[in-house]
């Protein structure tokens, strides 16, 4: 079996319901909904990184402006602190993951890095917090 066909574990399923459930039925999109989807996930990381500074944890930030030099589909913040790291991948309401992402979260679970995927701040930062104990 190759990486990319690892399904999630059941723990990542259990913590993320909302990635996993039945498909939404296709709705039309209109270019301005898509930008706002993006300005958002945008807005909340800035927010987080700001408090992961104010904190002074490190954090590495994907960048969203232009082409990755990193593994296609890594998780947009990757915290560390005191030896220990943690992912998350931000996602606006309606956001869902892509194949990459999907693969990449997989991996990074069977290495035993902690994953999520976060909709708001609150979400975000006590995932952080949970899991580096700073």
Known sequence: MAFYDKEPSAEFRRLN????????????????????AKGEEKKLSELV????????????KARTDKA???RKGWPDITAMHGGKVCCVELKAK???LSKDQRECISDLESAGIPVTVAFNFDTT??????????
């Open 17 to 36: 319901p909302h990635i996993f459930g039945p498909p939404p039925a296709p709705v039309e999109q209109d270019v301005n909904e898509t930008k706002w």
């Open 49 to 60: 990184c700001a408090d992961l500074s104010r904190r002074g944890i490190p954090y590495i």
């Open 68 to 70: 990755s030099t990193i």
């Open 94 to 96: 309606g956001g869902t």
């Open 125 to 134: 930062l006590s995932f952080i917090l949970k899991h580096l104990n700073p």
